[in-house]
């Protein structure tokens, strides 16, 4: 695990959702190199090809094939601009190749078309932190948690949950906004978060990032 910080926790949890058939369509169509796309854009609309172009690039990024994936995504956004997921798929692909600028602009263009999506905060946030614009980085992590947050409680509101439970990427955001204000020099808070988070671990089960925060609260700053 990345000491500092953990960039793209969110991917393959949040991306982007669709169903077994509609990824085996896309693996067929990527195993048949079926890569022209106007010839498959004669057999179905732009939206329908939006989607599909959506599934491959999601595909393409997981394979770690980023640049192929920023195409679809953009060539997908081309034929539907209102699908947000296409946006915030593209910023990690960006994020993942050193885009940051555009990246952000991604991640950005998320967040104005649905407020509440912690995910393109906290990337978002993650990316802020990358380059150094810590105040902007902490911001965007204090949305993100409280969004998660507030997710969790209306869970339990809704009788979805019994008691709450706290998203799988919250004690990352901790850990993160944790450093990022370390890194501002504001220790006491960072110690917080941290501490926050290490507790948030121990209730998603994740002993990795226990272990890790563990380790950097008993080193010396």
């Given at each position: 695990?990345?000491?500092?910080?953990?960039?793209c926790?969110?991917?393959?949890?949040?991306?982007y959702?669709?169903?077994?058939?509609?990824?085996?369509?896309?693996?067929?169509y990527?195993?048949k190199?079926?890569?022209?796309?106007?010839?498959?854009?004669?057999?179905?609309?732009?939206?329908?090809?939006?989607?599909?172009l959506?599934?491959?690039g999601?595909?393409?990024?997981?394979?770690g094939?980023?640049r192929?994936?920023i195409?679809?995504f953009?060539?997908?956004?081309?034929?539907?601009?209102s699908?947000?997921?296409?946006?915030?798929?593209?910023g990690?692909?960006r994020?993942?190749?050193?885009d940051?600028?555009?990246a952000?602009?991604?991640?950005?263009?998320?967040?104005?078309?649905?407020?509440?999506?912690?995910?393109?905060?906290?990337?978002?946030?993650?990316?802020?932190?990358?380059?150094?614009?810590?105040?902007a980085?902490?911001?965007?992590?204090?949305?993100?948690?409280?969004?998660?947050?507030?997710?969790?409680?209306?869970?339990?509101l809704?009788?979805?949950?019994?008691?709450?439970?706290?998203n799988?990427?919250?004690?990352?955001?901790?850990?993160?906004r944790g450093k990022?204000?370390?890194?501002?020099?504001?220790?006491?808070?960072?110690i917080?978060?941290?501490?926050?988070?290490?507790?948030l671990?121990?209730q998603?089960?994740?002993?990795?990032?226990?272990?890790?925060?563990?380790?950097?609260l008993?080193?010396?700053?």
């Open positions: 695990m990345h000491k500092g910080f953990v960039l926790i969110a991917f393959l949890e949040s991306v959702t669709h169903g077994l058939a509609r990824v085996q369509a896309a693996e067929a990527l195993s190199e079926l890569v022209e796309v106007r010839s498959y854009a004669a057999m179905t609309d732009p939206a329908t090809l939006a989607k599909e959506g599934i491959r999601f595909l393409k990024a997981d394979r094939d980023h192929g994936a195409a679809d953009t060539r997908a956004l081309e034929l539907d601009s699908n947000t997921d296409l946006y915030y798929n593209r990690i692909s994020a993942a190749i050193g940051y600028p555009g952000i602009a991604d991640f950005t263009q998320t967040i104005r078309a649905d407020p509440r999506s912690a995910d393109a905060y906290y990337n978002r946030g993650l990316v802020y932190s990358i380059t150094q614009n810590r105040q980085a902490i911001a965007d992590f204090t949305q993100a948690i409280h969004i998660y947050e507030v997710h969790a409680m209306m869970n339990v809704l009788g979805e949950t019994p008691t709450i439970v706290p799988s990427n919250l004690p990352y955001v901790y850990y993160n990022a204000w370390s890194a501002a020099g504001v220790t006491l808070a960072g917080t978060d941290l501490r926050r988070a290490a507790l671990a121990q998603t089960s994740d002993r990795t990032l226990v272990q890790l925060i563990q380790t950097e008993r080193t010396p700053p």
